[in-house]
């Protein structure tokens, strides 16, 4: 009988990503997934260290194994991802219940780690940055996903260093895999059903590959996968304003398949805190980007990650960003207080009152939502464009997205997955669009 792993999955997209790869390359050694956390005989949290208590929940969720386990032959526990970077050894002294450690860079050792447990049971870390090689390792490893939205990274780590952020650390520094390789797993993907490919990375429109004469950009695997007939649509984040160059720009004129939807963060709405926050552009550069976008195709629109309260932050600068926010109409965006992450710059300012970061982020949430349902709304009576992505469980409802990414949900059946069709829009609330399948007007696709 199959060994069974559980794996739970915090953070952004590229943690999703990496547990999927963590399991394809379990596969070989002859584990199955299990969704049942009480009966694993391998735990694996791949953790997000990006804001808050991260490092707390994930000795609170190892305190939930140990209970569940309390009877039982207890899992081998694994933590992966941002915090295990971050905290490596701390890790195994504070909670001797954990076995393994491994950091982002370091999951091609996984499989190798789970065999040899059995003969070396000792309680280790492996968190070197060894990105190239856990590439080469992953390369090797066929992607199994099946999913008709697929994510797949291109690019990982970060350079940058924004003075709030843990990514350089957690993620190491920036490497773009080689192009040939990516496509490759794009051709795979696809083949297994994929109609539509987001591309990943930290920052995913710094992706450059030298590697042979020419000098690969994000628009050239845009336009390369734009070849396969099969594939529908294309997406990439997340990207950093600096980063977006002309050659990514003209891609929405050039490109039938990329969306014209563009998640773009820029943190604040102010000069004085991007310089403050390290990062890198201006609002005016900003703007700029979104003046070519919009000029290229009208209806391309924007969504974006804000962190309010950054130490420092007057009224005044506050209130630019939410002069931005009502300039750009953000149809879909993160927004967050800032919270200070152990070992970066901004750890070691004063934090504003929590009463005023609390009000500054309901203020900017008010604008940013009215603007969501406002789109959303303006959708109704519409027939739209959706890709069918699957079928809710236990009922006979279709779950897809539109062109903006919002989820679409409406009644249909199976065989539609994988298509665009039309859908006439009815009813919404702020983050989602309700349906029927437009019988007068729907492209098989
Ligand atoms: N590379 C992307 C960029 O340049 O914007 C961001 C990636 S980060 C994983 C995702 C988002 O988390 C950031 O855009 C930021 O808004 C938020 N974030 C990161 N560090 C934070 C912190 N210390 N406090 C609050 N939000 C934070
Ligand atoms: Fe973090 Fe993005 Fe800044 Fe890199 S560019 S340090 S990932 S916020
Ligand atoms: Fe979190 Fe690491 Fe992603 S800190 S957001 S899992 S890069």
Redesign the pocket.
């Known amino acids: 009988m199959s060994k069974k792993i559980f794996i739970k999955t915090y953070?952004?997209q590229m943690n999703e990503y990496d547990s999927n790869r963590i399991f394809d390359s379990v596969k070989k050694i002859g584990f199955s997934k299990t969704n049942d956390n009480k009966n694993a005989d391998c735990y694996l949290l791949n953790t997000c260290h990006?804001?808050d208590k991260a490092k707390e929940k994930v000795y609170h969720e190892v305190g939930r194994v140990k209970k569940l386990y309390r009877d039982k032959k207890k899992p081998l526990m694994i933590v992966a991802g941002c915090v295990a970077q971050a905290e490596n050894q701390e890790m195994l002294k504070r909670e001797p219940y954990i076995d393994y450690v491994v950091g982002p860079q370091s999951y091609h050792k996984i499989s190798e780690i789970i065999k040899n447990n059995s003969i070396n049971k000792i309680n280790s870390e492996e968190t070197d940055f060894d990105t190239i090689e856990k590439f080469r390792y992953f390369d090797k490893v066929e992607n199994h996903n099946d999913k008709v939205s697929s994510f797949l990274t291109i690019q990982e780590g970060?350079d940058?260093f924004?003075h709030?952020?843990?990514?350089p650390y957690t993620r190491g520094p920036e490497y773009s895999r080689p192009f040939k390789k990516i496509i490759n797993e794009a051709e795979k993907l696809i083949k297994n059903g994929a109609r539509e490919i987001t591309l990943l990375g930290?920052?995913v429109n710094a992706y450059s590959d030298k590697s042979s004469s020419k000098n690969y950009k994000l628009s050239d695997l845009i336009l390369e996968l734009e070849k396969f007939s099969e594939l529908k649509r294309i997406r990439y984040t997340?990207?950093?304003p600096r980063d977006m160059s002309e050659d990514l720009i003209d891609c929405y004129d050039k490109s039938k398949k990329l969306m014209p939807f563009v998640h773009l963060?820029i943190?604040s709405g102010s000069n004085n805190i991007l310089k403050l926050m390290n990062?890198k552009h201006t609002v005016e550069q900003y703007l700029e980007i979104y003046n070519k976008l919009k000029k290229i195709n009208k209806s391309i629109e924007f969504s974006s990650?804000?962190?309010v309260a950054y130490p420092g932050e007057s009224e005044q600068d506050f209130s630019d960003t939410i002069t931005l926010v009502k300039k750009i109409k953000f149809i879909n965006s993160?927004?967050?207080?800032?919270?200070?992450?152990p070992g970066?710059k901004?750890s070691e300012l004063n934090m504003i009152d929590s009463k005023i970061s609390k009000d500054r982020l309901e203020q900017l949430q008010k604008y940013l939502f009215s603007h969501q349902l406002k789109m959303n709304k303006s959708l109704i009576n519409t027939s739209i464009d959706v890709l069918v992505e699957n079928q809710i469980t236990g009922q006979n409802k279709l779950f897809g997205r539109n062109k903006y990414l919002n989820p679409v949900i409406f009644d249909g059946e199976k065989k539609e997955i994988g298509k665009i069709i039309k859908v006439k829009i009815e009813n919404c609330n702020q983050n989602s669009l309700f349906g029927k399948i437009d019988i007068n007007n729907t492209k098989a696709a």
Do not use: E, L
Not at 164 to 167: A, G, K, L, P, S
Not at 334 to 341: E, H, L, T, V
């Open positions: 953070g952004c990006i804001r970060c940058k924004c709030f952020c843990v990514v930290q920052n997340t990207s950093h963060p943190q990062r990650d804000f962190i993160f927004s967050f207080i800032f919270s200070p992450r970066t901004a």
